[in-house]
């Protein structure tokens, strides 16, 4: 026999509008009456409609995540776990959305209004722009951003991201520090019209190796299986190897080691590598890489989403974490015959 609120108001000894305040309203009902009524209808089965309650509330307990990246990689997983651990805590679910291209992007924010339903648009590592944004504003839809170019430019609510510029600076200071002049960099082949924060770390990186009168190399990774083989083939290929290599991310980083080690070089004897995130097995294989917490910052983010859901404003909206330089065993002074 299924269990309606009024058999748990009647188990509980409270109103049948104390009930639903407890799942609807909760600042309105004392702790202590809430945890009963919680606890009753746990023992009972009975949950409230989770579209009566977005009915009741006016909103759609929903939160749209845009993303440029695969859900499985570190940085993607991490900052998903990050935003679910406070959003689904204050009953919010989060709607997933991977673009890939302009057109998809315009699309999304094209019908977000027409639909309206999501309370708050999240966007990882990809930026919008000036019209996408101002359609969001004419709903009342706040957008935040996760490590986002220029985030104020486009118009975003509020956003938190770490500093690509700083972390890209203390790479090339790093190398060039420990003697390392014949560097390469290895990015990715990312549309730059999406504004990827990549781009931030690649225009950064060159900026401060020119500074330094050092012109790095760069090599782009492919999106394919087999982008780590040719990226070696390529470096092969040069007129002469680098005695360091800078990469735009861990991802890159950490399987080029193995392939040069494959290869015969000893790293860092003949080959210095850095990464940049601090991801996963980083710590294991002693890669020298720029710390960054997605975790921590989809958090943040995910405060301030609320805090702009339920009171329209939020303080620091805009929020930049420092980068750090982890220095492990992959990188070390450049050889005196190779300098």
Known sequence: MSVNIQDVAKAAKVSVSTVSRSFTRPELVSEATRSRVLRIADEMSFSISRSATALKSGKALRVALLMSDHIRLWFSASVIEGLNQVLHADGYDLSIFQISSIEERREFFDMLPVRR?????????????????????????????????????????????????????????????????????????????????????????????????VTPTTLVAQESEDRISTIVSELLSLPQMPTAIACQEDGIAIPLIYQLVRCGYRIPSDISVIGYDDSFYAHDIGLTTIRQDPIGMAHEAACKTLDLINRKTTGMP???????????????RVSLDKG
């Open 318 to 332: 805009f929020q930049t974490f420092p980068a750090q330089l982890i220095v492990r065993s992959s990188t070390s």
């Open 117 to 213: 339903n999501a309370d708050a648009v999240i966007v990882a590592s990809i930026d919008v722009d000036a019209q996408e944004s101002a359609q969001l504003a004419s709903t009342g839809v706040p957008i935040i951003g996760i490590n986002c170019v220029n985030p104020r430019e486009y118009g975003f609510t509020a956003a938190v991201g770490i500093d690509d510029d700083q972390g890209s600076r203390l790479v090339a200071r790093h190398l060039i520090g420990l003697g390392h002049r014949n560097i390469v960099y290895v990015r990715t082949s990312r549309e730059v019209s999406l504004h990827f924060s990549v781009q931030q770390r690649y225009d950064s990186f060159v900026k401060a190796c020119l500074e330094q009168g």
